[in-house]
């Protein structure tokens, strides 16, 4: 799973970085993006294909894992075309909040730490843990309209 997905990110993240933006460390991918001068890792593991951004003191803050490919190249899409910070200040009306994604087949629920978890109604693989609601909500939308 992850040499098919770290080839579609090499090519998406190379349509829009400059190379010495991209660090492909094999089993992990490393990029910075120039808008927010912020650090993000790609890699693998046992959930799946996870997200995250570098913090203080170089800790990882994951905002993305899925075990599906789809949903993680949507994902990926979303975060190098609109930015981390446009994907968490998007707003939505109250009545479009936790439960069904209104125009898709997904759902977001309240994750018991924290985070929301994306959930296609019919098909259990098409399922996503991320750290806010806008990004979970921007996904499902993304992944309704590319039929995923």
């Given at each position: 799973m992850?040499?098919?997905?770290?080839?579609?990110?090499?090519?998406?993240?190379?349509?829009?970085?400059?190379?010495?933006?991209?660090e492909?460390?094999?089993?992990?991918?490393?990029?910075?993006?120039?808008?927010?001068?912020?650090?993000y890792l790609?890699?693998?593991?046992?959930?799946?294909?996870?997200?995250?951004?570098?913090?203080e003191?170089?800790?990882?803050?994951?905002?993305?894992?899925s075990?599906?490919i789809?949903?993680?190249?949507i994902a990926?899409?979303?975060?190098?075309?609109?930015?981390?910070?446009?994907?968490?200040?998007?707003?939505?009306?109250?009545?479009?909040?936790?439960g069904?994604?209104?125009?898709?087949?997904y759902?977001?629920r309240?994750?018991?730490?924290?985070g929301?978890?994306?959930?296609h109604?019919?098909?259990?693989?098409?399922?996503?843990?991320c750290?806010?609601?806008?990004?979970?909500r921007?996904?499902a939308?993304?992944?309704?309209?590319?039929?995923?």
């Amino acid at each position: 799973m992850w040499e098919e997905f770290r080839n579609n990110a090499l090519a998406l993240l190379g349509e829009h970085f400059p190379p010495e933006l991209i660090e492909d460390n094999g089993n992990s991918l490393v990029f910075t993006d120039r808008r927010s001068l912020a650090s993000y890792l790609i890699t693998e593991n046992a959930r799946g294909i996870t997200i995250g951004y570098y913090g203080e003191r170089d800790t990882i803050s994951t905002i993305f894992t899925s075990p599906s490919i789809e949903l993680a190249n949507i994902a990926l899409t979303l975060l190098v075309r609109e930015g981390l910070g446009e994907l968490v200040d998007m707003h939505y009306a109250p009545d479009e909040l936790l439960g069904p994604v209104p125009g898709t087949d997904y759902s977001i629920r309240k994750d018991r730490s924290r985070g929301f978890h994306l959930t296609h109604n019919n098909d259990s693989s098409l399922s996503a843990k991320c750290a806010s609601f806008t990004y979970a909500r921007a996904i499902a939308v993304a992944a309704s309209a590319r039929g995923a």
